[in-house]
């Protein structure tokens, strides 16, 4: 009797604990005195992120409605809904859960503040336990800690910069489109692949000063390894979460594993030691290199000798130097890799464009024909439509899609169109990256729509090509975030993004191949669906790229 007592209580310990505190949270979030919605699963729970391809479409199958609430759960929602919440429930809600009161803002003048607020609206150690991996790091620090890593490690990102990351990705897409129309009309269907090396080389070259072949480099086996640099890079970011949760546990015995835990397991440990490796041939070049012509691993080598030396200020733990060179290689490659490989797959369902930018790309280069005699000072500032092309493809599939914010230990009041909320301590605060740059508050009735040409204006009157100007950014578009601690890679992912899309489409155009009996129309709506079946990874991607063949011709 007594032991079905304690079983009982148990359970219903185990039952009303989430009750409990979801009804705590609830009624916190009443003060803020904005629309409430509430999801039964907390944001960060590990089986929701795990599962969330498998368990979103079981909920949405359960009967009278009683999955409803998924559309609230998780932050893959942001990107599934777009701005459908925010149309709902206005440019602000709370969605509570049993672990967490979760803000969502998508109003442009607030989101602005938020993210001007480095101090007040901080990063959250929840969210950012998977980004520590390997130590903590410029994205994942508060206060003065995060501006030592943020003085050390953006340096070597600056406009000095832009040369030599245009010459690499020029470079890199000479060996990309070789092997692309190599395959002739059978097409390929590797581009998502392709562009993550390509983004990775040009990432490498740039900030760590190596450079390789696109054939070569990062996809070979290094001696020494069992596994290639891309390939542990890889397995990370798909698995980063299952990753964090092993690294976390004790040392299991290896014959319970399943063979992707020890897949996880042994890219986690190659990656550290293709690190350790760079680090430590880094070492040794150091002194007798000029410290106004630092990349990214001079940079942190110098502060981990800093370190060693007591000075405080300016140096990294070793933990802090992993940590950075694993982040900066994440932030440094996904985001942009992904977003040329949308920008491919966009223009190949609407390929009116592709002549839409090779126009500009003819008169920019004229007889120009080698892309060695490219000039980066020359070109760039003049191909406008190419970086339309790239802010309209972040505009519909934003590699980060929310910026996260934490109120921490104390309660933030932050003014909405006027009227004053205070949001408790430990609410985690999202700008709606997704729904900002989808509403027709913003962008119109046509806000779904893929259309670069809406970025350029043309001045002087006349339809000349040089006289097309891009329209001034309007606020609360901002998809390398604002304020302090807005993306430090901007300028290079834009001078890599319209480098590679100006060589791609100077002289080739990409469609898809068609199915049998296939019309134009049909074979635009398969390619968009593919685009459109996308989900959070990290960072936003596509889930099956390769169900269509890209076919790359030279124009005649
Ligand atoms: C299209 C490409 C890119 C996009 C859309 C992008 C977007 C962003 C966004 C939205 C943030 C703010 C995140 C937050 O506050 O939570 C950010 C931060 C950051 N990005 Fe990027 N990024 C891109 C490329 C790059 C590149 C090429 C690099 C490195 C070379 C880079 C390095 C970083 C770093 C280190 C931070 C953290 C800054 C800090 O917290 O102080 N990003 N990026
Ligand atoms: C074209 O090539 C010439 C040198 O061959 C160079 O001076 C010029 O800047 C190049 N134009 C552009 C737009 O890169």
């Given at each position: 009797?007594?032991?079905l007592?304690?079983?009982?209580t148990?359970?219903i310990?185990?039952?009303?604990?989430?009750?409990?505190?979801?009804?705590?949270?609830?009624?916190?979030?009443?003060s803020?005195?904005?629309?409430?919605?509430?999801?039964?699963?907390?944001?960060?729970?590990?089986?929701?992120?795990?599962?969330?391809?498998?368990?979103?479409?079981?909920?949405?199958?359960?009967?009278?409605?009683?999955?409803?609430?998924n559309?609230?759960?998780?932050?893959?929602?942001?990107?599934?809904?777009?701005?459908?919440?925010?149309?709902?429930?206005?440019?602000?809600?709370?969605?509570?859960?049993?672990?967490?009161i979760?803000?969502?803002?998508?109003?442009?003048?607030?989101?602005?503040?938020?993210?001007?607020?480095?101090?007040?609206?901080?990063?959250?150690?929840?969210?950012?336990?998977?980004?520590?991996?390997?130590?903590?790091?410029?994205?994942?620090?508060?206060?003065?800690?995060?501006?030592?890593?943020?003085?050390?490690?953006?340096?070597?990102?600056?406009?000095?910069?832009?040369?030599?990351?245009?010459?690499?990705?020029?470079?890199?897409?000479?060996?990309?489109?070789?092997?692309w129309?190599?395959?002739?009309?059978?097409?390929v269907?590797?581009?998502?692949k392709d562009?993550?090396?390509?983004?990775?080389?040009?990432?490498?070259?740039?900030?760590?000063?190596?450079?390789?072949?696109?054939?070569?480099?990062?996809?070979?086996?290094?001696?020494?390894?069992?596994m290639?640099?891309?390939?542990?890079?890889?397995?990370?970011?798909?698995?980063?979460?299952?990753?964090?949760?092993?690294?976390?546990?004790?040392?299991?015995?290896?014959?319970?594993?399943?063979?992707?835990?020890?897949?996880?397991?042994?890219?986690?440990?190659?990656?550290?030691?293709?690190?350790?490796?760079?680090?430590?041939e880094?070492?040794?070049?150091?002194?007798k290199?000029?410290?106004?012509?630092?990349?990214?691993?001079?940079?942190?080598?110098r502060?981990?000798?800093?370190?060693s030396?007591?000075?405080?200020?300016?140096?990294?733990?070793h933990?802090?130097?992993?940590?950075?060179?694993?982040?900066y290689?994440?932030?440094?490659?996904?985001?942009?890799?992904?977003?040329?490989?949308?920008?491919?797959?966009l223009?190949?369902?609407e390929?009116?464009?592709?002549?839409?930018?090779?126009?500009?790309?003819?008169?920019v280069?004229q007889?120009?024909?080698?892309?060695?005699?490219?000039?980066?000072?020359?070109?760039?500032?003049?191909?406008?439509?190419?970086l339309a092309?790239?802010?309209e493809?972040?505009?519909?599939?934003?590699?980060?899609?929310?910026i996260?914010?934490y109120?921490?230990?104390?309660?933030?009041?932050?003014?909405?169109?006027?009227k004053?909320?205070?949001l408790?301590?430990?609410?985690?605060?999202i700008?709606?990256?997704?729904?900002?740059?989808?509403?027709?508050k913003?962008?119109?009735?046509?806000?779904?729509?893929?259309?670069?040409?809406?970025?350029?204006s043309?001045?002087?009157?006349?339809?000349?090509?040089?006289?097309?100007?891009l329209?001034?950014?309007?606020?609360g578009?901002f998809?390398?975030?604002?304020?302090?601690?807005?993306?430090?890679?901007?300028?290079?992912?834009?001078?890599?993004?319209?480098?590679?899309?100006?060589?791609?489409?100077?002289?080739?155009?990409?469609?898809?191949?068609?199915?049998?009996?296939?019309?134009?129309?049909?074979?635009?709506?398969?390619?968009?669906?593919?685009?459109?079946?996308?989900?959070?990874?990290?960072?936003?991607?596509?889930?099956?790229?390769?169900?269509?063949?890209?076919?790359?011709?030279?124009?005649?």
């Amino acid at each position: 009797m007594a032991v079905l007592k304690i079983i009982l209580t148990l359970a219903i310990a185990l039952i009303s604990w989430p009750i409990l505190n979801l009804l705590k949270y609830y009624i916190e979030a009443r003060s803020v005195g904005l629309p409430i919605a509430i999801s039964p699963i907390g944001f960060t729970n590990p089986i929701l992120i795990i599962f969330q391809k498998s368990l979103i479409p079981f909920f949405k199958s359960l009967p009278f409605g009683l999955g409803d609430w998924n559309v609230y759960s998780g932050f893959g929602s942001i990107f599934a809904n777009r701005y459908r919440l925010h149309a709902k429930h206005g440019p602000a809600y709370l969605v509570v859960t049993p672990n967490e009161i979760v803000f969502f803002v998508d109003d442009a003048e607030l989101a602005e503040e938020i993210l001007s607020k480095r101090k007040d609206l901080i990063k959250s150690d929840a969210l950012n336990k998977a980004l520590n991996l390997f130590g903590t790091n410029v994205v994942t620090n508060n206060g003065d800690d995060w501006a030592r890593h943020r003085r050390i490690t953006t340096p070597p990102f600056n406009e000095r910069n832009s040369n030599n990351i245009w010459k690499v990705s020029l470079a890199q897409t000479t060996g990309m489109l070789q092997s692309w129309t190599s395959e002739g009309k059978n097409g390929v269907t590797k581009t998502a692949k392709d562009t993550m090396t390509l983004a990775l080389h040009v990432l490498i070259a740039g900030g760590l000063g190596k450079s390789y072949s696109f054939s070569g480099g990062v996809a070979t086996l290094a001696e020494g390894h069992t596994m290639s640099y891309r390939d542990a890079l890889k397995i990370i970011l798909l698995k980063l979460t299952p990753a964090v949760i092993l690294g976390s546990l004790p040392p299991i015995p290896s014959f319970i594993l399943t063979k992707k835990m020890k897949e996880i397991n042994l890219a986690v440990r190659e990656f550290r030691s293709h690190m350790n490796q760079m680090i430590e041939e880094e070492r040794v070049r150091v002194d007798k290199l000029d410290s106004e012509k630092d990349n990214l691993l001079t940079a942190l080598v110098r502060a981990s000798n800093a370190a060693s030396q007591g000075k405080e200020r300016s140096g990294l733990s070793h933990d802090e130097i992993m940590g950075n060179l694993f982040m900066y290689n994440v932030a440094g490659h996904d985001t942009t890799a992904n977003t040329i490989c949308y920008a491919i797959y966009l223009l190949a369902a609407e390929t009116d464009y592709q002549d839409w930018l090779r126009e500009e790309i003819g008169s920019v280069f004229q007889g120009n024909d080698t892309v060695e005699t490219w000039e980066y000072e020359k070109a760039f500032p003049k191909l406008k439509r190419c970086l339309a092309l790239m802010y309209e493809t972040l505009r519909l599939y934003p590699p980060v899609v929310f910026i996260p914010r934490y109120t921490g230990t104390r309660s933030v009041t932050l003014k909405l169109k006027g009227k004053e909320h205070t949001l408790p301590p430990k609410t985690d605060v999202i700008v709606s990256v997704g729904s900002l740059n989808t509403t027709p508050k913003l962008w119109g009735t046509d806000s779904m729509s893929f259309r670069p040409d809406r970025w350029i204006s043309q001045t002087g009157g006349s339809k000349i090509i040089e006289h097309e100007e891009l329209k001034p950014i309007p606020t609360g578009f901002f998809p390398w975030s604002v304020g302090p601690r807005s993306c430090p890679g901007k300028k290079f992912a834009q001078v890599e993004f319209v480098a590679v899309i100006a060589h791609l489409f100077r002289k080739h155009r990409v469609k898809a191949v068609m199915e049998p009996g296939e019309t134009m129309e049909a074979v635009k709506k398969r390619l968009f669906d593919v685009i459109e079946d996308s989900a959070l990874e990290v960072t936003i991607k596509m889930n099956h790229p390769e169900k269509v063949q890209l076919v790359w011709e030279e124009q005649a």
